[in-house]
């Protein structure tokens, strides 16, 4: 396990073989580091020309992330909000009034101006003022949010869906850390804390070696899924790994039977990969399954203008 891994160590006070966790919950502080500076690693010009195009867009995303980590250690949700968030998605963001009941959830829209604030001097003075004037029409931002969150992406601006996401999802990291109320999690194939796609599926190594889990796009938390059984279908039996060269720690675990694949990363092979980092420079791989028929399962939240 790498000293600045996000993902806890097991606990190893406990005699005999260890039972396999259902969930694992990150570290957040640790989560956001890596991230950040793996997206400032893709601004290198040592980079592939490829990856340069987006240069700028991933020096954003660093400070974005850097954002979202000083919103942990400065402002740590309260019980309420917790509460509040956990009840939001425990019915899946079904409530027909869950615009009026964002509204009135001042702890994403707090994460919002914080983001908006931290990114200024980083942004165009133009787009740094449509940011903030949208926390002045806090019922537009609201539903906007609510669609994020019920999963209409394409119905949300691209620019505003990737800083409304980020404030989201810090709060729903937090709100559901150690949320040990959760059911049916082995067979899950949205996050079982909050509802939402997972961004990939990780096979861990070290003491986890060899172990599946998914992680969440939004609240982060990894769950538990058997490997060789389909994500979406639960099939067995009709399963594909792709991959660019043999052994390669970047892969993409296709269904024959429900036609849908899911992007794989073997931190086993590479404990170096961050997933939603990794996952905006691995698109190639991703057409390329698709250009075999398959639909991508997982969600990548820095995509929205894909």
Same mark, same amino acid.
């Given at each position: 396990?790498?000293? &600045? #891994?996000?993902?806890?160590?097991? &606990?190893? /006070?406990?005699?005999?073989?260890?039972?396999?966790?259902?969930?694992?919950?990150p570290d957040l502080e640790?989560?956001?580091?890596?991230?950040a500076a793996k997206l400032r690693a893709l601004t290198n010009e040592d980079q592939e020309d490829y990856i340069l195009l987006n240069k700028e867009y991933f020096l954003f995303l660093s400070h974005l992330v850097d954002g979202q980590k000083e919103i942990v250690l400065q402002s740590p949700l309260s019980a309420a909000d917790v509460a509040t968030i956990r009840a939001l998605a425990a019915d899946r963001y079904g409530d027909e009034r869950l615009t009026e009941r964002l509204e009135a959830l001042t702890a994403w829209q707090t994460a919002y101006a914080q983001l908006v604030e931290y990114l200024t001097p980083h942004l165009k003075p133009s787009i740094a003022s449509d940011f903030a004037a949208d926390l002045e029409r806090l019922d537009v931002? #609201?539903?906007q949010a609510a669609l994020l969150l019920r999963g209409a992406y394409d119905q949300v601006d691209a620019g505003q869906a990737v800083l409304l996401w980020a404030a989201l999802s810090v709060c729903w990291a937090q709100a559901m850390r150690q949320h040990d109320g959760v059911d049916g999690i082995g067979h899950a194939t949205h996050c079982p804390c909050c509802g939402a796609l997972p961004v990939a599926s990780l096979v861990l190594g070290g003491d986890r070696e060899g172990l599946r889990y998914l992680q969440c796009s939004l609240c982060e938390t990894r769950w538990h899924r058997v490997r060789g059984v389909c994500v979406n279908c639960?099939?067995?039996?009709?399963?594909q790994y792709y991959m660019l060269y043999e052994k390669s720690p970047v892969q993409a675990e296709a269904c024959d039977a429900c036609n849908t694949f899911i992007k794989m990363f073997r931190l086993d092979y590479d404990p170096e990969l961050e997933a939603v980092s990794q996952n905006l420079i691995?698109?190639?791989l991703d057409s390329l399954v698709e250009q075999e028929g398959f639909v /991508?399962?997982?969600? #990548?939240p820095f995509s929205f203008h894909e």
């Open positions: 396990m790498r000293a &600045d #891994s996000d993902i806890v160590p097991l &606990d190893k /006070r406990a005699p005999g073989v260890a039972a396999i966790e259902p969930l694992i919950f640790r989560l956001y580091a890596r991230r931002l #609201s539903g639960h099939s067995p039996a009709e399963i691995d698109q190639f /991508r399962l997982g969600f #990548s």
